[in-house]
């Protein structure tokens, strides 16, 4: 279809996995930055008017999948599909972050969960319309509950 290429690369304070917080009522406070490359820093413009931006990035170390995989959020089995799982068919990583500022090209956020260096592929404003009553949250909502 594509061949993707890397806008810019993470810099998170994640050197290696363990590190990012994981599981039910994990946090993602931790600061980093996106490091645009030159090439593609005039898409930039305006981007200092929104609080939050939708982050999608290449897992660049995992492998494989499972269809059925068991997260760190729960003890029993679920489709891939249903799940935040950095092994997948095509490994793309969603993250939202939250913008705190701009120099250039670097983008300084709250909220990120990936490894130091993670290639960046896009960058969207964060917009959400779906009022919170109407969202339903499958088996985590379940989990979620069985943890009190
Ligand atoms: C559960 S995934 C969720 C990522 C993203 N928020 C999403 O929903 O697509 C986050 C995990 O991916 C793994 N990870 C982060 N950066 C990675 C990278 N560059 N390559 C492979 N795995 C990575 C880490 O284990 C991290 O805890």
Not at 42 to 49: E, K, Q, R
Request: hydrophobic share 40%.
């Amino acid at each position: 279809m594509f061949t993707p290429q890397p806008i810019g690369f993470v810099r998170s304070p994640f050197k290696n996995t363990e590190a990012i917080p994981k599981g039910l009522g994990a946090r993602h406070e931790a600061e980093g930055v996106l490091d645009i490359l030159p090439a593609f820093r005039l898409g930039l413009t305006d981007i200092d008017g929104y609080s939050h931006l939708i982050v999608l990035w290449a897992f660049d170390r995992s492998e494989g999948f499972d269809l059925m995989v068991t997260p760190p959020s729960d003890d029993r089995p679920h489709g891939l599909f249903t799940t935040r799982s950095p092994r997948r068919p095509n490994p793309i990583g969603l993250t939202i972050v939250e913008l705190l500022g701009r120099q250039g090209g670097e983008l300084r956020v709250r909220g990120v969960d990936m490894l130091d260096g993670t290639p960046i592929l896009d960058i969207k404003p964060y917009l959400s319309s779906i009022p919170a009553e109407k969202l339903r949250r499958g088996w985590l909502a379940e989990a979620e509950a069985r943890k009190g």
